[in-house]
């Protein structure tokens, strides 16, 4: 199976710290994989490097079967649709959720070129799967924490991405708006055959429909296979040094 994303022995730094050491992933194209780790273990820098925000200081990434540089993924990063942790946004932003959707129009198309028909309707198809059409013309910063998660995913569905990164996406969110984003994100995974990977610390955070899971502590990836394997409690106590 052709590879969504691969990265081969890839470091990453950051002002002298190693935030990834010697990183190998491959994640197959429609693949469902959960990437758990303790807070510093790197997980947000797996998923910037594979969106090409992080330099790597050693090694190799290949998206979609083919080896690529930084300079490349200006090109390649339309192809990839990316949610991080939750922000806050201005609540006098004069900003609707239509329009942040919208947004994700102009990284498939690019800036220059002006949006038709065509693109509207797929902004109204990405608010719809999300559930987030009766909020169209609400302000984006005035709506809940759970609501703009699900605005900044219908932004990506709206790009059309073959690979789909979601950082943290239920950080401080409330159980209820927890529970309706991963049941959201595994309904789209089933029915759009989206490549997803989903960085989270939080074990009851992984979304039933991942099958995969990647274990990340100090920067390195310490275990990658089957989500039965992956959450064995001896696994999950090494991981997060519990007993």
Request: glycine share 10%.
């Amino acid at each position: 199976m052709t590879s969504a994303v691969a990265l081969h022995n890839v470091s990453a730094a950051y002002s002298g710290h190693v935030a990834l050491r010697n990183a190998t992933l491959d994640v197959g194209r429609g693949d469902f994989l959960g990437v758990l780790g303790p807070n510093g273990a790197g997980k947000t820098t797996l998923v910037t490097v594979a969106n090409g925000l992080t330099r790597i200081s050693f090694g190799e990434i290949s998206l979609f079967g083919r080896p690529v540089r930084h300079s490349d993924f200006s090109r390649l990063r339309r192809s990839i649709g990316y949610v991080p942790q939750h922000q806050k946004i201005d609540p006098r932003a004069p900003v609707t959720c239509r329009e942040a959707v919208l947004l994700g129009r102009f990284g498939r198309l690019g800036v220059l070129r002006r949006r038709g028909p065509a693109d509207e309707q797929k902004v109204s198809e990405a608010m719809e799967l999300t559930g987030i059409t009766a909020l169209a013309e609400r302000p984006v910063g005035q709506v809940s924490g759970g609501e703009k998660q699900k605005v900044a995913l219908a932004r990506c569905l709206a790009q059309e991405p073959d690979l789909l990164l979601l950082d943290e996406p239920t950080a401080n969110l409330d159980p209820r708006s927890v529970r309706e984003f991963l049941a959201l994100v595994g309904g789209l995974w089933r029915r759009l055959g989206l490549t997803i990977v989903m960085v989270t610390h939080q074990l009851d955070h992984l979304p039933a429909e991942c099958g995969r899971v990647a274990l990340l502590k100090l920067g390195r990836i310490e275990f990658t296979g089957p989500r039965a394997e992956a959450l064995e409690p001896r696994r999950l106590s090494e991981l997060f040094d519990i007993g």
